[in-house]
């Protein structure tokens, strides 16, 4: 089975950081890029970020919103993603769920989804 | 950034009935480059249409997506009460957009 299984989501304060894991297993993980979307409280889906796979040289892209702040990156060999973020902002509250990419760049299947909190 | 509109806000039907969503975009998707997900709460959203019209592995056939260009429907031909939930479209033409989604609710 094709799974995504997250773990890291807390409650931070602002200007902290945080690092959001994602597990994947049921498919050739290194072969694969990874995506980053998150969905605040009553919001529609925010796509956050992704990075590629070896053969794409690891090539990440990011939202102007967390451009700066926050960071994607992958050990193939843990079959794991990772989102770094850095000075975290009270708008950055949301749910993160990490996704893969098929054929184009519709998503299938999702992580369970994380929460992340920022507040004082 | 191709930004997606989707209409209503939310529909409220009852079993049985036929659902029609909208998602529009503010410029032409290329290649059908848009995909359908539902969502309920507490979980994550599941794909049900990509390319624009072709149903994801396991997803029933009542769901139906069309359209091209700017303009693209999902189409729910009969209601079950498990279908009451946010549907968001998503291009995937550009740097990945969503809509703000399309709730569907029990009359």
């Known amino acids: 089975e094709v799974q995504l299984v997250q773990s890291g989501g807390d409650l931070v304060q602002p200007g902290g950081s945080l690092r959001l894991s994602c597990a994947a297993s049921?498919?050739?993980?290194?072969?694969?890029?990874l995506h980053w979307v998150r969905q605040a409280s009553g919001k529609g889906l925010e796509w956050v970020g992704r990075?590629?796979?070896?053969?794409?040289?690891?090539?990440?892209a990011y939202a102007a919103s967390v451009k700066g702040r926050f960071t994607i990156s992958r050990d193939d060999s843990k079959n794991t993603a990772y989102l770094q973020m850095d000075s975290l902002k009270t708008e950055d509250t949301a749910v993160y769920y990490c996704t893969r990419p098929n054929a184009g760049n519709w998503f299938d299947p999702w992580g369970q989804g994380t929460l992340v909190t920022v507040s004082s | 950034e191709i930004v997606l509109t989707q209409s209503p806000g939310t529909l409220s039907l009852s079993p049985g009935e036929r659902a029609t969503l909208s998602c529009r975009a503010s410029?032409?998707?290329?290649?059908?480059?848009l995909a359908w997900y539902q969502q309920k709460p507490g979980q994550a959203p599941r794909l049900l249409i990509y390319g624009a019209s072709s149903r994801a592995t396991g997803i029933p056939d009542r769901f139906s997506g069309s359209g091209s260009g700017t303009d693209f429907t999902l189409t729910i031909s009969r209601l079950e009460p498990e279908d009451f939930a946010v549907y968001s479209c998503q291009q995937y033409s550009t740097t990945p957009t969503f809509g703000q989604g399309t709730k569907v609710e029990i009359k």
């Open positions: 049921g498919f050739t993980f290194s072969g694969s890029a």
């Open positions: 990075i590629r796979s070896k053969a794409n040289n690891y090539a990440t």
């Open positions: 410029q032409s998707i290329s290649s059908n480059y």
